[in-house]
């Protein structure tokens, strides 16, 4: 038995030995591993920017962004529409625009020939 | 870049994932000479330890962006592998010649030729003696009492519970002294 644990102390002693005794890596081993290592990162990175590309928004994706998505292209549609039909058929109130796109504006004209500026300072005064 | 060396190992191979350059060499440095240092104890042939451990290397190069920090460690998912291959290669070749010529001499200078010699004979016989063992003994053995890892880690590696692990252990050690014991006149080691 004491002849065991002397034998299992010496082993351990060993052991301690082959502890101090790691291998150092060459300087060619170590260029491989790195040149490995560049390898594979490289095929990382091809992946990475296809995914970024997927990502990359096209032209007109980003003009509809600009003009503010389905809603706000939505809402210039209807805005045009409108126009188009307010143009058509206007309302009663409003002046016929083919009127007004056909008369003559005369350069004598006064565009305030309809206010009289004392009556309207008097008002301020009252 | 000097904060690299600050990090730990699932930092740093996480970082290589992202593509840092930086990260491939401090793992290196880190984990090469160790990972090296088990597949000859393993094998007790270097050239074929540098071709397991830089197939290894190269499998953790490629592991690292399915990398999940903080689920395990990087140094025992590396002696796992190493370990594996090792254990492949032996597989492959039965009957294989061993080169323990192979193994470097201790690297201290410090000491007298003589002890030198002594320490470059007993680490062969070490190894010699390694190389009789079943091979779940010399990989555990080598894990444990050389590469110092706990039973628990030892035993993830492995793929067994910690009860084994002790078991496999205590068998090695016990061959292994067995083995040294008919080599103590030549190994320098005197009764008393």
């Known amino acids: ?23 150092d890596l060459s300087d060619g081993l170590m260029a491989a591993i790195l040149d490995d290592a560049t390898r594979v990162q490289d095929t990382f990175r091809p992946t990475s920017m296809e995914g970024a590309a997927l990502r990359q928004p096209s032209l007109w994706s980003r003009f509809f962004a600009t003009l503010g998505g389905g809603f706000g292209v939505g809402g210039l549609i209807t805005a045009g529409l409108a126009g188009i039909w307010i143009g058509v058929a206007p309302p009663s109130f409003l002046p016929d625009p083919v009127d007004l796109a056909t008369a003559s504006v005369s350069l004598d004209s006064d565009p305030f020939d309809g206010f009289d500026l004392s009556e309207l300072m008097s008002e301020d005064l009252q | 870049m000097s904060q690299v060396e600050d990090l730990s190992d699932d930092a740093l191979l996480v970082l290589f994932g992202n593509g840092d350059r930086a990260a491939a060499a401090s793992l290196t440095q880190r984990l090469a000479p160790r990972a090296l240092g088990v597949a000859m104890r393993m094998l007790g042939n270097r050239a074929e330890a540098e071709d397991i451990m830089q197939d290894a290397m190269m499998r953790l190069w490629r592991m690292a962006p399915d990398w999940q920090p903080g689920q395990a460690q990087v140094s025992t998912w590396l002696f796992r592998v190493v370990t594996n291959l090792c254990i492949d290669l032996k597989r492959r070749q039965r009957g294989g010649t061993l080169d323990l010529d192979a193994i470097p001499e201790p690297a201290d200078e410090t000491r007298g030729a003589l002890d030198q010699l002594q320490d470059k004979a007993r680490l062969d016989a070490l190894q010699d003696a390694l190389m009789r063992l079943p091979v779940r003994q010399r990989q555990a053995v ?51």
């Open chain 2, 142 to 192: 080598v894990l444990r009492h050389i590469e110092e890892l706990s039973n628990p880690e030892i035993a993830a590696i492995m793929d067994i519970g910690v009860e084994a692990v002790e078991s496999l252990t205590a068998r090695a050690k016990r061959g292994l002294a067995k083995a040294l014991a008919s080599r103590k006149q030549e190994l320098g080691y005197t009764d008393g």
């Open chain 1, 1 to 23: 038995m004491a002849e065991q644990d002397k034998a299992l102390k010496e082993l351990d002693a060993l052991f301690q030995t082959a502890r101090t005794d790691q291998p």
